[in-house]
């Protein structure tokens, strides 16, 4: 008997002492927000590092040519003038994204041929724009739980790994950062503390920067004005006030050049004409993003390594549907009610830039909105849970239910970053055997090249003749076939070279 009792009481103090250590650990998790913020930054980056083995592909390889044409002085001074009809990239191209191409030029004067280094700095980017989302949810709502949602959703929506695996996208997430920076320093400035003058500096300057990154973060201006109106505070007379409005002006005049230029050369450029109009794709476009809301791009899209998927009818208009009961869900918080409308605000007009996209916007073009639909879902998901709990819903459910949507979005994450590296992959092969058959090659040879693969292919041989002349200089290149290239192998000439690639898909 005694041995019975003897036996039992250390498993209940073990089980006692377990217990203990559980509780101890989900009280600190939920005294301590920022222990779970870089949980959530480190799971981020965890998932989205199979990234960093990817290479090189498509537009990256037009950057990275431009910055080597012509002198870093030369080639930052045709970044700002928007005269320049320099394509693709040593100048505007079409587009005004003067800090973009800077930062470009440094980055391959840094790190020159190396993968690595450039797909970092864009997953610390992100990694570094969840952070400041998660800080603006916290402050806005008051709710570190909303706080670590929005984070959540911003992080891991598959829709976005579009976006970390392309080089060439850093203006949109350097764009993004900005203008969550800018957000969050206004909202500081709003507090009237000892530094609010120089968090009103920071946040124009980061105004300033998203916008030579990339125009479409213009409409932040318009969630600095919505966070002003529903969520700081002060009566209305106040708010509506002549006075309370002109710190606004300054953002206005930062927004206006950008934005004419952008029209501008919009007007200039042919291939921009063709490519932006206003139509039934604006509505296209609004829905097939409110579908990707709900139903993530990879899910919808499979294994598409190109182009995009845009929903049917009938799926736009349940995504619609979906979207219209989370707008007018009933939040009896006045709190979460003013973050609701401040959070939906700058949803609907982050989307605006780029509803006019003809052929229908790809999926990592919405980037620039996934903080704010991060932020509208949240709210919408914890006062969900709220509701569920005055029913005496199990809690554990609910942490259930969000480890297995964390799960399935790692997964298909993991799954695009893999289709989206196949591109690179096929680039990097088709270079290294060049390499290995021609390590120099003449100055202003000619190289044909038969069968290059697929990624190098799309839109005609644009990225063919960048992605050599990025490691050999300013040579000739031109696609044949194998007929052509025996003919030219008859009758070689002293600076002719024919490459045959043995991977050719």
Not at 422 to 442: G, K, N, V
């Amino acid at each position: 008997m005694s041995s019975r009792e003897d036996s039992g009481k250390p498993a209940s103090g073990r089980s006692f002492l377990e217990n203990s250590r559980l509780r101890g650990a989900a009280g600190m998790l939920a005294s301590s927000p920022h222990v779970v913020l870089a949980l959530i930054l480190l799971l981020a980056f965890l998932v989205y590092a199979p990234v960093l083995n990817d290479w090189f592909k498509a537009d990256d390889f037009l950057y990275l040519r431009a910055a080597q044409v012509k002198a870093p002085s030369e080639f930052i001074i045709e970044a700002f003038d928007f005269r320049d009809t320099t394509e693709p990239a040593a100048g505007p191209g079409g587009h005004y994204r003067p800090l973009y191409v800077i930062t470009i030029l440094a980055e391959a004067e840094l790190f020159g041929s190396s993968a690595l280094p450039y797909h970092l700095l864009n997953l610390m980017v992100h990694v570094a724009s969840v952070a400041m989302l998660w800080l603006i949810a916290r402050k806005a709502t008051q709710r570190p739980l909303v706080a670590h949602i929005a984070a959540l959703v911003f992080a891991l929506h598959p829709t976005y790994a579009m976006t970390l695996g392309w080089i060439s996208e850093l203006s949109a997430l350097a764009a993004t950062l900005g203008a969550l920076v800018c957000l969050w320093s206004f909202m500081k400035a709003l507090d009237e503390g000892a530094r609010s003058k120089l968090w009103y500096l920071v946040s124009l300057a980061s105004y300033l920067a998203a916008m030579l990154y990339h125009p479409k973060a213009a409409p932040v201006l318009v969630a600095l004005a919505a966070y002003f109106f529903f969520v700081h505070g002060g009566t209305r007379r106040e708010s509506l006030a002549f006075r309370s409005w002109l710190r606004f002006i300054p953002y206005l005049g930062i927004a206006l050049f950008p934005v004419l230029v952008s029209l501008y050369l919009r007007e200039e450029y042919l291939r921009l004409q063709f490519n932006f109009s206003y139509g039934p794709h604006l509505y296209e476009n609004f829905l097939h993003y409110l579908f990707m809301g709900v139903v993530p791009y990879p899910l919808l899209a499979g294994t598409k390594v190109f182009g995009t998927v845009a929903p049917t009818f009938t799926g736009g208009i349940i995504a619609f549907s979906a979207w219209l009961g989370i707008a007018i869900w009933p939040l009896k918080d006045s709190r979460k009610r003013a973050a609701h409308l401040f959070a939906l605000v700058w949803f609907l007009t982050a989307l605006l830039p780029l509803l006019t996209f003809r052929f229908g916007a790809s999926p990592r073009q919405f980037y620039i909105a996934g903080p704010a639909l991060a932020l509208v879902l949240s709210l919408f998901l914890v006062s969900a849970l709220d509701s569920l709990s005055r029913l005496r819903f199990p809690r554990f459910a609910g942490v259930a239910v969000l480890l297995v949507l964390l799960v399935l979005a790692s997964q298909r994450i993991f799954i695009t970053v893999q289709d989206q590296g196949l591109p690179s992959a096929q680039s990097r092969d088709f270079i290294e055997e060049l390499r290995q058959t021609y390590p120099t090659l003449p100055e202003k040879a000619t190289l044909y090249v038969v069968g290059a693969p697929l990624a190098l292919r799309i839109f005609g041989d644009v990225y063919l003749v960048n992605a050599v002349q990025t490691y050999y200089g300013d040579i000739r290149v031109e696609p044949v076939s194998q007929t052509q290239a025996l003919e030219l192998e008859q009758f070689p000439q002293p600076n002719e070279r024919v490459f045959r690639y043995s991977g050719y898909d």
